[in-house]
C-alpha cells in the first residue's frame, strides 16, 4: 500500500488555539509531515465527515466572518511517486473549485513552495478548517494527524 504525507500546522492549528492567515502561511516552524498508509479507517472516516459537510463551509466561506481564516486540504502528487496533503488558505470559491494561495512548504513536491497560487476541484478536497479568535471548525484530518504524532 502507498504512503500518503499530511502536512500538520501544529504551531498554528493545535486545538482551541488559532493563527491569522498570515502566520498560517509564515510558520514554519510548527509544520510536520507525518506519513501515514493508504485505507487508515480513522482518516478515511475525517474525509468522508469532510466531504458531507463541505457545502456548509461553502456557504460559511461566501459569508465570511472578518476575523476568521478559511482553509481547504487537497493531495498533490510528489516527485517520488505518493501524495501530500496540504492546506490552501485565502480561499475563493467558484466553478466547484477552491483558488488560494498555499498555506504548507512542500515536503516532497519541488516544483510548488508555501504561499503559491493554485486552484483545486472540490472533488479533490479532503478537509476544510474555519479558524477564529475563539477556535476552529472542521479540521476533521487534523484531529486525527495530531493523535498519531501525539499532540
Request: proline share 5%; net charge negative.
Amino acid at each position: 500500500m502507498g504512503k500518503f504525507r499530511w502536512a500538520i500546522l501544529l504551531a498554528s492549528m493545535a486545538l482551541g488555539g488559532c493563527a491569522s492567515r498570515d502566520q498560517v502561511m509564515s510558520e514554519k516552524a510548527g509544520e510536520k509531515v507525518v506519513s501515514m498508509e493508504a485505507g487508515d479507517p480513522a482518516m478515511e472516516a475525517a474525509v468522508a465527515e469532510a466531504r458531507r459537510t463541505l457545502d456548509d463551509f461553502i456557504g460559511k466561506l461566501a459569508a465570511p466572518q472578518p476575523d476568521a481564516d478559511y482553509m481547504v486540504k487537497a493531495p498533490f502528487p510528489t516527485d517520488d511517486g505518493n501524495v501530500e496533503y496540504m492546506w490552501i488558505g485565502a480561499l475563493k470559491y467558484a466553478d466547484q473549485g477552491f483558488t488560494g494561495k498555499l498555506a504548507n512548504q512542500p515536503a516532497s513536491i519541488k516544483a510548488m513552495k508555501m504561499g503559491d497560487e493554485l486552484t483545486v476541484k472540490r472533488s479533490d478536497v479532503t478537509d476544510w478548517v474555519i479558524l477564529t479568535p475563539s477556535g476552529q471548525e472542521g479540521g476533521f484530518s487534523q484531529k486525527v494527524l495530531e493523535q498519531r504524532a501525539g499532540k
